[in-house]
């Protein structure tokens, strides 16, 4: 269930909100004049929520790519990440 809270409630009770978020990974609306303005999330939240930005980015340019035929075997690519991480050493 969302948690909706003024936005004086960031002033008066930032430590309330702090531990909300954090306890339960969810994000606090703040609303100004009674509408919409802000969500409000923990840091490991925010950085969950772009790690899977990236991977449907990443998804969505593979299957690009598969669309238009700009693919190679996983056995050469397999075979190229080995031979990088040789030179690496």
């Known amino acids: 269930m969302p948690s909706i809270r003024p936005s004086s409630d960031l002033r008066n009770n930032y430590n309330e909100i702090s531990k909300f978020c954090n306890e339960f ?4 609306y ?3 004049n009674g509408k919409g303005d802000l969500a409000v999330m923990s ?7 772009v790690g899977k930005f990236e991977l449907y980015k ?5 299957m ?7 693919v190679r075997p996983f056995a050469n690519a397999i075979e190229d990440i080995r031979e990088g991480l040789k030179n690496e050493k």
């Open 43 to 49: 840091i490991e939240t925010y950085e969950r929520l």
């Open 64 to 70: 690009e790519s598969m669309e238009k035929k700009r």
């Open 25 to 28: 990974n969810e994000p606090v």
């Open 30 to 32: 703040i609303t100004k």
């Open 58 to 62: 990443l998804l969505e340019e593979g």
